[in-house]
């Protein structure tokens, strides 16, 4: 079974940085992490989980527009990581962050367990 284990989250000013990782571990005989897209999440207590940002497996990536330009993704297969790098954070982005495995013709999604970013002063 796919464990998904983020790290990084905390509580951050307004116009800071905080940089999320992802490690990927338990996988199934037949998947592979380089083969996989991989995705950031985010959710509002009372809202709907939102796409951040996500990375397929040849690397292309695509942003929330409320995040373009603040926010980059990006993975190490050899280390089975994806990473949220972001910067000029906004009190707007105070949620609770899900690093996902995103599904495939054999496999279901996984989720990770989550890390709460809060940007407040």
């Known amino acids: 079974q796919v464990q998904l284990v983020e790290s990084g989250g905390g509580l951050v000013q307004p116009g800071g940085s905080l940089r999320l990782s992802c490690v990927a571990s338990?996988?199934?005989?037949?998947?592979?992490?380089?083969?996989?897209?991989m995705g950031w999440y985010r959710q509002v207590p009372g809202e709907q989980r939102e796409l951040v940002a996500g990375i397929d497996a040849g690397g292309t990536t695509n942003y929330a527009d409320s995040v373009k330009g603040r926010f980059t993704i990006s993975r190490d297969n050899l280390k089975k990581t994806v990473s949220l790098q972001m910067n000029t954070l906004k009190p707007e982005d105070t949620a609770i962050y899900y690093c996902k495995m995103e599904p495939t013709i054999r496999f279901d999604a996984s989720w990770g367990q989550g890390t709460q970013v809060t940007v407040s002063s």
């Open positions: 338990g996988m199934p005989f037949g998947m592979r992490f380089s083969f996989v897209a």
